[in-house]
């Protein structure tokens, strides 16, 4: 069984500052990790994933994340946030026999 | 290259009532998922189809909750009747086969009064 920990419902953060969202998972198997963005009132995007390869992925929007199976973690990071990153960002989970597990997602306020 | 489609993008129903809902994917999305997202919840998958067939619907209430993607292509889920509790956001979502990366619609909030 797959589950996936996002341990910050709320991250506030001023404008052009720093920002990591931390998320935690545990599965028994390989897994492949995704973080995905949502603006109010739209559908899910995806901003990275991690299938395999180099343990940094760089996504779109100027995000990235590192792979870190040791300490079972996928924590998204930018350094530097613009008023249009307020969203609601979501972590997932899946694996060669599952499917999409989603993590109850991290609300990303950023303070002019 | 048109994105996922969905209609209606709000509805507003009293229980004991039924509603549906449709999705079109991406042309070329043998995979199609409907999600359901509670308000601060994580999306949960209701079904998976693989082209018109049913992958996964394990996580389906299908006393009330049905769907059905005819030709391989647009998928309805339907609700009936509604209960309180199904008030969310229900997004659809497809990938090309094989793919682990899925696109998103930008969903039908749903409210039951």
């Known amino acids: 069984a797959q589950s996936v920990t996002q341990l910050d419902s709320q991250v506030p953060v001023f404008e052009e500052a720093p920002v990591e969202l931390r998320c935690n998972y545990s599965?028994?198997?390989?897994?492949?990790l995704f973080w995905y963005v949502q603006y109010p009132n739209q559908g899910l995007q995806l901003l990275l994933k991690y299938l395999s390869g180099s343990t940094l992925v760089k996504g779109i929007n100027g995000f990235e994340a590192e792979f870190n199976k040791s300490q079972t973690s996928f924590h998204l990071r930018k350094p530097s946030v613009h008023i249009s990153d307020t969203a609601e960002y979501f972590c997932?989970?899946?694996?060669?026999?599952?499917?999409?597990?989603f993590g109850t997602g991290t609300r990303l306020t950023v303070i002019p | 290259e048109a994105g996922v489609a969905q209609s209606p993008r709000y509805k507003i129903i009293e229980k004991r009532q039924s509603v549906a809902f449709w999705c079109n994917p991406i042309?070329?999305?043998?995979?199609l998922y409907w999600y359901q997202q509670i308000l601060g919840q994580g999306p949960k998958l209701l079904i998976q189809f693989q082209n018109n067939g049913v992958v996964d619907d394990s996580q389906l209430p299908k006393d009330r909750f049905s769907a059905e993607r005819l030709k391989g292509v647009d998928s309805t889920l339907k609700i009936q009747p509604a209960k309180l509790e199904d008030s969310a956001v229900y997004l659809c979502a497809s990938s090309l086969y094989g793919s682990y990366e899925q696109y998103f619609g930008p969903g039908t909030r749903l409210t039951v009064t």
């Open positions: 042309s070329g999305h043998a995979t």
């Open positions: 997932a989970v899946s694996s060669p026999s599952d499917n999409l597990f």
């Open positions: 599965s028994s198997v390989s897994v492949y």
